[in-house]
C-alpha cells in the first residue's frame, strides 16, 4: 500500500498539473466511490483547483467549498486521465475539469475499498474519515510520541501501522522504521520511553526522506517492488547493517521483517499472543 512519502510525492505532482483548473464534474463510476453524501460535489463547480495536499495517507484536492480526500487503499491509483473513456478499466471515480485531462481514480483488484470523501474545507480535518487520524508521521514531535507512548501500551509495530496514533505509516515503513532505530518490533510502547520516542520519531524522519527521495524521482506512483527497503521483504537476505538474516514473523495480512542481531539482542521472535484460528 502507499504510505505518506508516495502519497505526498503523488500530491506535488498532481499539484504541479491541476492546481488553478477548473473543476466541471465529479463523477463516481462506481456507486461505492463516494463514500458521504453531504456536502455535494457539485458545491465545487465552478471553483479552482487551489492546491492538492496529504493528511496521513488521503490525498486532499483542495477547492474553496470542499476538500475531496481520497483514499488509495492497496490498489488504487489517482491517473491523469486523458481519453476520458466511458468505462475505464477499474475506474472508480473521475473529475472532471474545465480543460485538458480528467482526474481518475481507479482501483485494480476486488477489494473496492479505495474512495473519495467530499468535506466542508473549513472543517475537513474534524470530519470523518480524517478526525480520528494521529499526527501527521512528518511533523511529529519526540515529545508528542513520547506522550502517545504513555496513552497506550502495545507493540510498535502495530502501534505505527495504527493511523489513530501516527498517520501516514504503513507495513512497509514500520519494517523500516524499526529497524533504522534499532528496536525491536514487538517492542512495549509503555517501556520505551522519551528516549524511545526520540530514536522513533528519529528513524520515522530518516525513512521517509529516503523514501520521499526516491519517489520524486519518478514521473509516476512507485509500485512496492520498486520501494526503498532494507527489511521490508528481504526475508533470508543480509542485513545491510551487520550481515546478519533478515528474519520474518508471518501474520495473514502481513510479514514483520526484522534484524535479531540489530534489534533483538540476538533473540528470535516469535508470535504467541495471536492465533490464526482468533483473528
Ligand atoms: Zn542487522
Redesign the pocket.
Known amino acids: 500500500m502507499p504510505e505518506l512519502p508516495e502519497v505526498h510525492a503523488h500530491a506535488e505532482r498532481l499539484a504541479d498539473q491541476f492546481a488553478g483548473r477548473v473543476l466541471v464534474r465529479f463523477r463516481p463510476l462506481k456507486f461505492t466511490a463516494l463514500r458521504t453524501a453531504l456536502p455535494a460535489p457539485d458545491e465545487a463547480y465552478g471553483q479552482p483547483l487551489l492546491g492538492v495536499g496529504r493528511r496521513g495517507k488521503y490525498i486532499l484536492l483542495e477547492f474553496e467549498s470542499v476538500q475531496f480526500a481520497v483514499h488509495l487503499m492497496q490498489g488504487g491509483r489517482l491517473l491523469v486521465d486523458e481519453k476520458q473513456s466511458a468505462k475505464p478499466r477499474g475506474g472508480q471515480a473521475r473529475f472532471v475539469f474545465d480543460d485538458g485531462p480528467a482526474l481518475l481514480l481507479t482501483e485494480q483488484g476486488t477489494e473496492r475499498r479505495a474512495g473519495v470523501w467530499c468535506l466542508p474545507h473549513d472543517s475537513a480535518f474534524d470530519s470523518p474519515p480524517l478526525d480520528v487520524l494521529g499526527p501527521d508521521a512528518d511533523t511529529v514531535t519526540a515529545d508528542q510520541m513520547a506522550e502517545l507512548f504513555a496513552m497506550k501500551n502495545q507493540r510498535i509495530h502495530g502501534f505505527l501501522r495504527d493511523q489513530r496514533s501516527i498517520a501516514g505509516i504503513g507495513r512497509r515503513m514500520s519494517n523500516e522504521i524499526c529497524?533504522r532505530a534499532r528496536i525491536s518490533p514487538f517492542a512495549m510502547t509503555g517501556r520505551l520511553g522519551r528516549d524511545g520516542a526520540a530514536k522513533v520519531v528519529d528513524a520515522i524522519r530518516a525513512t521517509i526522506d529516503e523514501c520521499l527521495s526516491y519517489e520524486r524521482t519518478r514521473t509516476d506512483m512507485s509500485s512496492s517492488k520498486d520501494r526503498p527497503s532494507d527489511v521490508h521483504t528481504r526475508t533470508g537476505d543480509p542485513?545491510?547493517?551487520?550481515?546478519?538474516e533478515?528474519r520474518a514473523v508471518e501474520y495473514s495480512g502481513y510479514t514483520v521483517n526484522y534484524?535479531?542481531?540489530?534489534?533483538t539482542g540476538g533473540k528470535v521472535l516469535a508470535d504467541n499472543t495471536t492465533s490464526r484460528f482468533l483473528r
Not at 239 to 244: E, I, T
Not at 259 to 263: D, G, I, N, S, V
Open positions: 529497524h542485513c545491510p547493517v551487520c550481515g546478519d533478515i534484524c535479531a542481531t540489530c534489534q
